[in-house]
């Protein structure tokens, strides 16, 4: 079985990927909170030094842990996003990681919802538009982020292609839509955003078992009437195929 590490398996998209890999692969996990569980390490990532133990004999790294908090100051979101960042990526270097897998944000491209007709969409006005008809935002395009959080989610990203181009470690990012609690919308906006918790449990366990990625970005949704990001790159990529529409909750 291939040993994965999850960053910030507390959080909700960690425990949702713990509990749909572990069928799969030996998950362990770095988090701040302790656990019992003897497969996790406690340790902040903006100490070097604490986290390191974790990434031995590791194949896959899944970085999540970060200041999710859009409204956070550049301060705020510097000692996780940036600096436990790039401690995550060297660390994983320095233990010769086979793969590393980043959550970015779909946050990276929210300026676009700014523009019709995705400010229409994401207020759920639909009159005079058709569902596919208007064309996707894709990783191709020029990035619009909307926020320091967001900002240091493109840090992320470009320190992953610096990663690839300078050491060959493959680093896929996956710029993920409305995960929730609860499984299901819950604002207007994510009848359009929506990822359901199995659909980017399928993405992430794609791109574990991917043996073709170098540096690739992929947006992670389900498979929504009125989505507005292109899945193509993913599913010609992996192979990956989202089951749930947010209009089922309608």
Request: proline fraction near 4%; charge should be negative.
């Amino acid at each position: 079985m291939k040993r994965v590490l999850i960053t910030g398996i507390s959080g909700l998209i960690g425990g949702v990927l713990k509990e749909e890999l572990t069928k799969n692969y030996e998950i362990f996990g770095l988090d701040r909170i302790p656990s019992e569980d003897s497969n996790l390490t406690a340790a902040d990532i903006s100490d070097y030094q604490s986290i390191l133990p974790a990434f031995k004999d590791i194949d896959t790294v899944i970085h999540l842990a970060a200041n999710l908090n859009v409204e956070a100051s550049w301060e705020e979101v510097l000692p996780s996003n940036i600096i436990g960042t790039y401690n995550v990526f060297h660390a994983a270097r320095q233990a010769s990681v086979k793969h590393i897998i980043f959550a970015s944000t779909n946050r990276v491209t929210h300026g676009y919802e700014k523009d019709e007709p995705y400010s229409s969409i994401v207020a759920g006005k639909y009159e005079g538009l058709k569902p596919g008809e208007f064309p996707m935002i894709s990783e191709n395009l020029p990035v619009r982020p909307d926020s320091f959080y967001a900002v240091s989610k493109l840090f992320g990203e470009n320190l992953g292609r610096f990663y690839y181009e300078k050491y060959d470690i493959p680093v896929t990012c996956l710029r993920i839509g409305s995960v929730n609690k609860s499984n299901k919308p819950e604002l207007i906006r994510d009848f359009a955003t929506f990822c359901s918790h199995r659909d980017l449990a399928q993405l992430v366990e794609k791109c574990v078992e991917a043996d073709n990625l170098t540096f690739d970005i992929f947006y992670g949704v389900s498979q929504n009437t009125w989505r507005f990001w292109s899945y193509e790159n993913a599913q010609s990529k992996l192979g990956y195929s989202p089951e749930a529409n947010a209009e089922s909750y309608r």
